[in-house]
């Protein structure tokens, strides 16, 4: 009897043991993706760098959206899971603008990092200060609001307005998602993971801290009508607005910029943790501006004059006819 309490009581520490490690793996883990870490630099990891951004290709490439109107916003009559911030919908013109294909990757902002001479990303942390090979192209994350706005500017852009982002993810008609009204699904996007894995794999807490975070341009079947690239899943995506969850109740239906003033960031696009019912193109949500996470990037947009914009249509459409005759 007394073997089998040994037995009983051993196998009861093992189990408070592991739970305990779990619990402080957790915490450090939320730790890590929330205090204020630096990387910096080491000599042969700047050199490193430098040598990346010289040698190797990005993905960044604009996309126009042309001038005129879209159904912005959501409808309970069709869409059950709309909530207060979505309604009311409404028809909402804008100026024709142009927006990033892809979400920013991370050599994008390695470029700007080297540019600017900031310290490395926080997941960063290999061969002096670089990400991982495999995290070429997956889009950047820990930068807050700031970040990506300054960013924006570095580049010749700016982040797009809330409403810019929701026409280019959805298009005109008001569809649910940016392939249709059929419902996210995991061959669709990339949400509803756990964190529990990713390209970091040296110690458990990175695990968690670095996500499952795939490059920006997979999901070739869940493209918006204008060609954008995960605007649901792997990251969330800034944008410029203050936000105000009443806002569409008073906005203007024409070129909309958010509230003058606020208190948090509007973002939009689900990320890797989202759920299926957080996973719609018109759900809205806002932080603090200063938050860093990993599951919050962002994308670029650019005004374009009338002209502009006539012109790479023009452009865009005698295209097409030579593509098809060397076929």
């Known amino acids: 009897m007394r073997e089998v309490h040994r037995k009983v009581w051993r196998e009861a520490g093992r189990i408070i043991l592991m739970v305990s490690a779990i619990t402080v793996m957790a915490h450090v883990a939320w730790g890590l993706d929330t205090q204020d870490i630096t990387v910096e630099w080491t000599e042969s990891g700047k050199k490193l760098a430098t040598e990346r951004v010289t040698n190797w290709k990005t993905k960044g490439e604009l996309i126009l959206v042309p001038a005129g109107e879209f159904l912005m916003g959501s409808d309970k009559k069709t869409d059950r899971l709309a909530y207060r911030g979505e309604i009311p919908q409404r028809r909402v013109y804008?100026?024709?603008?142009?927006?990033?294909?892809?979400?920013?990757?991370?050599?994008?902002?390695?470029?700007?990092?080297?540019?600017t001479g900031r310290n490395p990303q926080l997941d960063w942390r290999y061969d002096g200060g670089n990400f991982q090979e495999s995290m070429t192209h997956h889009p950047v994350m820990h930068v807050t609001w700031h970040d990506a706005d300054t960013y924006c500017k570095w580049a010749g852009r700016r982040l797009p307005t809330e409403a810019e982002w929701e026409k280019a993810?959805?298009?005109?008609?008001?569809?649910?998602?940016?392939?249709?009204?059929?419902?996210?699904?995991?061959?669709?996007?990339?949400?509803?993971r756990t964190g529990l894995s990713g390209p970091v794999r040296d110690r458990p807490e990175r695990l968690l801290m670095y996500p499952p975070i795939i490059s920006v341009d997979k999901y070739e079947n869940s493209v918006s009508p204008y060609g954008l690239y995960q605007t649901m899943g792997n990251v969330a995506e800034?944008?410029?607005?203050?936000?105000?969850?009443?806002?569409?109740?008073t906005a203007p239906d024409r070129n909309p910029r958010g509230p003058e003033t606020g208190t948090q960031k509007a973002f939009r696009g689900g990320g890797w943790m989202d759920s299926t019912?957080?996973?719609?193109?018109?759900?809205?949500?806002?932080?603090?501006?200063?938050?860093?996470?990993?599951?919050?990037?962002?994308?670029?947009?650019?005004?374009?004059?009338?002209?502009?914009?006539?012109?790479?249509?023009?452009?865009?459409?005698?295209?097409?006819p030579s593509v098809e005759a060397e076929r």
């Not at 100026?95 to 470029?111: R, S």
């Not at 800034?238 to 109740?249: L, R």
């Open 238 to 249: 800034w944008v410029s607005d203050w936000y105000s969850q009443d806002y569409y109740k």
């Open 94 to 115: 804008l100026d024709a603008f142009e927006i990033d294909k892809y979400e920013v990757t991370n050599l994008e902002y390695l470029k700007f990092i080297l540019a």
């Open 277 to 320: 019912t957080t996973m719609r193109v018109a759900m809205r949500n806002g932080t603090d501006p200063n938050t860093k996470i990993n599951w919050l990037g962002f994308r670029c947009a650019k005004s374009v004059t009338e002209d502009q914009s006539s012109l790479k249509t023009s452009r865009a459409q005698h295209a097409v």
């Open 169 to 192: 993810a959805r298009g005109e008609d008001g569809r649910t998602n940016p392939w249709g009204n059929q419902s996210a699904g995991l061959s669709r996007a990339n949400f509803g």
